[in-house]
């Protein structure tokens, strides 16, 4: 029986030889993910109720991201409680304060193709980027999760979304997946597995693999995926098995794109299924622009931003926080950095951030923002009367350097 990558990544994680669409199976966890604001604050409590230890130490990872800095007694007790609780229950994986856990977890070397992995936050597909079965959970399942080693599954059927020929210079896969959910909406992934296919997803680095992934929650998918590859293998250092669909395995939908003719994308308030061509949008100016978050602030983005930024000055305010201390650091030490701080940019810590709605730089009444993150619902940023416009790293750069939501390609040539 022919097997998508989904089945096949299932079937191996419940020890099955195959599945079938719409079948509940039971499948044992490779790695479990939680960051500070959903894990050990939640779990710790239910694990001490019900005298229960984790199953597996070495197999679960804590990243603190969404409450670091520390500025105010609530932040201070919930990093608190996620370092305490990271010695007690011997967890040999703790990153404190080292980036957005979607990045960091790939960047140690957490995954690997063919894994299954659960984690406790809705962007959690990104680890699909690797060829892994990953998707969020919430406390009480993470619970479940941390005491046996196991999750129940309904095996999904796929959706295939096959892209080929080759984005133009200028686009990028935050405005693949902004065109897809203006496209299908917010649930036009059905809680499915979404596969991402053809020659321009192939042509894509790790990490616009990584934010092609991390979006599928955001088009309503379960879980993203792209086969493995020699890109995989690059990024991790290592040789990797091959993980792919079989040829004519059979999926729900196979919806097929001309990529050279995907412009630019931005959202307009307060959805991102809102997207449309950044020229139906010219005429909006933002007195903010941010590049953060796990889809908007990695090396890969930063790069794209000083792009379009080098030897210009934004003429609003801009903001940028680097998705990991290790993608900051190569940033600083090619030129990136540099780049985005001459033309005015304000360095921000290495966490979630405004993209969370935490910190002391929450957009203020009023404020109309353009920004690299994955979300812009009302108030979720900031004030409920602000406005937030998504598109890519590019263009956000080229909306602070021409003062209007601007076509980075006319920053390119």
């Not at 993470?142 to 210079?169: C, N, R, S, Y």
């Not at 059905?190 to 990584?210: D, H, N, P, T």
């Not at 092609?212 to 792209?226: D, F, S």
Request: charged content about 20%.
């Amino acid at each position: 029986m022919k097997q998508t990558l989904a089945q096949k990544l299932v079937a191996r994680a419940a020890g099955r030889k195959a599945v079938t669409p719409g079948e509940i199976v039971t499948c044992k966890v490779d790695l479990a993910m939680m960051h500070d604001s959903g894990g050990p604050r939640r779990v710790k409590p239910m694990l001490e109720r019900l005298g229960a230890k984790v199953w597996d130490p070495a197999k679960v990872v804590v990243i603190t991201d969404h409450y670091v800095p520390a500025y105010d007694e609530e932040s201070r007790s919930i990093i608190r409680i996620a370092r305490d609780w990271a010695r007690e229950a011997r967890i040999e994986n703790f990153y404190d304060g080292e980036g957005i856990c979607h990045v960091v977890l790939p960047e140690r070397g957490h995954l690997r193709p063919g894994m299954f992995v659960v984690g406790g936050d809705s962007h959690s597909p990104t680890g699909g980027a690797f060829a892994a079965y990953m998707f969020g959970v919430g406390a009480t399942e993470m619970l479940g999760v941390l005491v046996t080693g196991e999750i129940w599954l309904k095996v999904p059927h796929t959706i295939a979304m096959e892209f080929d020929g080759k984005l133009q210079p200028g686009v990028a896969a935050k405005d693949v997946m902004l065109f897809l959910i203006g496209r299908f909406g917010m649930d036009g992934g059905q809680y499915q597995a979404v596969e991402y296919r053809g020659g321009a997803i192939r042509k894509l680095s790790m990490q616009e693999r990584m934010t092609l992934c991390n979006m599928t929650a955001e088009l309503g998918g379960q879980t993203g995926l792209i086969a493995s590859d020699e890109v995989t293998a690059q990024f991790l250092g290592t040789e990797v098995e091959s993980w792919a669909s079989d040829p004519d395995a059979p999926v729900l939908a196979h919806h097929r794109f001309d990529a050279s003719e995907l412009a630019p994308q931005v959202a307009a308030p307060h959805s991102p299924a809102n997207a449309k061509p950044v020229a139906e949008f010219t005429e909006v100016k933002p007195n903010l622009a941010y590049i953060g978050a796990c889809t908007g602030a990695k090396l890969d983005d930063l790069r794209m931003a000083a792009a379009v930024l080098k030897n210009r000055k934004a003429r609003m305010r801009l903001l940028v926080a680097p998705a990991s201390a290790r993608d900051q650091k190569a940033a600083q030490d090619d030129g990136t950095l540099d780049i985005l701080l001459d033309a005015g940019a304000e360095l921000l810590p290495n966490a979630c951030g405004i993209c969370a709605g935490y910190g002391e730089h929450t957009l203020p009444d009023n404020a109309v923002a353009i920004s690299s993150t994955a979300r812009n619902f009302k108030g979720r940023m900031g004030a409920p009367s602000s406005q937030v416009y998504l598109a890519s790293p590019y263009t956000v750069a080229a909306t602070a350097a021409a003062g209007r939501v601007c076509d980075p390609r006319e920053f390119l040539h």
